[in-house]
């Protein structure tokens, strides 16, 4: 089972490209989004995005 705070973090950084911009959204630290976005992919056993220094974009399975 996971954290349900951690599906709005996950939406938050789709919608937004960015932890750093869904962090803001949020008004949570960026260094937590990051956390919790890694938390999740290692307990769903996938990769949700893909990282670039343009920011983040889903992956297939995201």
């Known amino acids: 089972m996971y954290d349900?705070?951690?599906?709005r973090i996950f939406l938050a950084v789709a919608r937004e490209?960015?932890?750093?911009?869904?962090?803001?959204?949020l008004n949570i630290n960026?260094?937590?989004v990051s956390r919790r976005?890694?938390?999740l992919e290692?307990?769903?056993q996938l990769t949700l995005f893909i990282?670039?220094?343009r920011g983040y974009s889903l992956t297939p399975q995201g």
Do not use: F, K
């Open 4 to 7: 349900w705070s951690d599906i």
């Open 17 to 25: 490209g960015s932890t750093l911009a869904a962090s803001r959204q």
């Open 30 to 32: 960026n260094t937590t």
């Open 37 to 39: 976005i890694q938390a």
């Open 42 to 44: 290692h307990g769903l």
């Open 51 to 53: 990282r670039d220094t």
